[in-house]
Each structure stands twice: as C-alpha cells, then as structure tokens.
C-alpha cells in the first residue's frame, strides 16, 4: 500500500512539475521533488507545500502585497501572463532593455524583474501601463523640448528629467502623472510663445480644465492681449495688465469676469481718447471666450 501510496505521489509531481515547466519554472518544482514524495502528503496538498516554498514565495512575491492591501493574489499563470504583456507593450514602445529585461537567478534558474514585481503588487494591468509610457512618450519625450524644460523646472522630483521612470513607478498615481504632464505642456506652450512660465500659473490653468493644446492655440492672442494691455494701462494710469489677466479673459477661467472689465476699461479710455476701438479689443474681445479653443 505504501508504495502505492508513493506512486501515486510521483504521479501528482509529475503533473505539477510539467505545469510548472510550461512557465519555465520547473526547477520551483524539482527542488523540493523527494520532499513531496517522500512525505506522507496527500497528492492535493502539493500546490499548497509548493507556495509555502521561499522559492517559490520569491518568485511571485507581489501577491504578499496584493494580500496586504487586499487584492486577489494572482495565479502562477494569470502572475506570468501579466509579466508577458508588461513586457511585449516595453518592447513595442521601445523602452529600453533595462525597463522589460528579466533576469535569471544562476541558482535556481527563476526569473524575475524587480520592476514587474512593483506594478503587479499595486494592481497595475496592462491597460494602464499602456497608457503610464503613452503619456510619457506621446507628450513629454517626443512633445516641444519645451514640454520637457517646462516639467523639469516645474517638478525638480523627476530627476534629470526622466520621466519614464516617473510614470512607471506605480507609487505615483497615474491622475497625478497626467495632472504634472499637463502643467507642463502648459508651461512648454508658454515658453513656445515667448511668455512667462510659472508652477503656480500653470497648475492653476490645467486645475481649470485648459490643456496645453488649448494654450497653445490661444498663446498668440494671449501675448497680444497681455502686449497691448499692459501698454495701456500703462498709459492711463490703471493696475497693471498682466499676462495671467490676458489669459482669464482669452480661456475664460476663473478671474474672467474682472479680467473682461479690466479689458472694457482700459478699451473705453483708448476708444475715447482716440475715437475707435483698441487693438486689445479686436484681438481678445472679438474672440469666443467660452468655446473658441
């Protein structure tokens, strides 16, 4: 009965070790074969003495987050399947080798890629991880080297401006990366049109709901408006019309309505000195605030 008993043991290896091997993890199996055998397991109790392994706990090991912060821990195949798609989106979008490469313990032969194992354990999947490097190629590495300057100077945290480390890094959530890559592109556009670029003026356009597109479009009216208002009031004595001024009435963010009264000011002054209207008139006023960009 014994050797019945071990024989049907050797069977149930075999079956979890060719499971295994199909990832190529065989050897998580095959250290601890005479262990299963040997011992007086129930062949159903296999799977569970395997994932009490320091092997094979450190093969998978972000399901000990996962558990902690209460997620699902994965499978052995839904963990490996993860890994590949993280991988093959690195490779077709050409990150470099050290962002996907696993590496091999010459020991146990186990792969591993410290990288995955931080973005499985926050419950990264694919579809996000697709979008993490899309905002970062699409709009920052391969954007106006402005963009770039713009998050650089706005966001000293992203070292040497290495953003894709940044947004793969699953610590930073992904609203917060998109927050700081459209104040950026905010501030590149900024640049672009020879204005002045601040972290505060920026952050408070994209809090708005203005993207950089948005700026950028509107950027030549912003910079005539801001030219020629600032010269009139000058002229006649009134506050100072600022560049932020000349973009609360050109976006129309909050501010507008004082930033529009400032404008019909200081354009009834020049109307009635001079008789017609004035340049910031035709070039801001005439313009759709609510919708044009």
């Known amino acids: ?24 993890l065989g050897s998580l199996v095959s250290d601890i074969k ?65 962002y996907w490469k696993q590496t091999v313990d010459p020991v146990t032969g186990v792969t591993s890629q410290q990288g995955f194992t931080q973005l499985i354990a926050n419950d990264v999947d694919n579809i996000e991880l697709e979008d993490r490097i899309m905002t970062a190629q699409q709009r920052v590495i391969n954007a106006n080297p402005e963009v770039l300057k713009a998050l650089k100077e706005f966001y000293p945290e992203i070292k040497n401006g290495e ?28 640049l672009g049109a020879g204005l002045g670029a601040t972290f505060a003026g920026a952050e408070a356009l994209a809090k708005a709901g203005i993207t950089g597109k948005q700026y950028q479009q509107a950027a030549p009216t912003i910079a005539g408006a801001a030219l020629r208002g600032g010269q009139l009031a000058s002229i006649y004595g009134e506050d100072p019309y600022t560049q932020q001024t000349a973009e609360q009435l050109v976006l129309n963010v909050p501010g507008s309505t004082d930033a529009l009264k400032k404008t019909q000011k ?3 002054l020049e109307q009635a000195t001079f008789g017609k209207k004035t340049g910031i008139s035709s070039s801001a006023l005439s313009r759709d605030r609510a919708g044009a960009y």
């Open 1 to 24: 009965m014994a050797e019945t008993d071990k024989a049907g043991r050797k069977s149930a290896y075999d079956l979890l070790f060719d499971e295994f091997n199909k990832y190529g």
């Open 34 to 98: 005479n262990y299963l055998i040997d011992n007086a397991f129930d062949p159903k109790e296999f799977s569970v003495q395997l994932q009490n392994t320091k092997a094979y706990q450190n093969r998978f090991s972000a399901n000990k987050d996962r558990i902690a912060k209460g997620l699902t821990a994965l499978s052995p195949a839904e963990y490996i399947a993860l890994e590949d798609q993280y991988q093959n989106i690195m490779r077709n979008y050409g990150l470099p080798e050290s």
């Open 163 to 190: 953003i894709l480390a940044y947004v793969l890094d699953p610590k930073n959530a992904r609203d917060e990366i998109k927050r700081k890559v459209t104040s950026a592109e905010i501030g590149g556009a900024q």
């Open 266 to 268: 200081i354009s009834g």
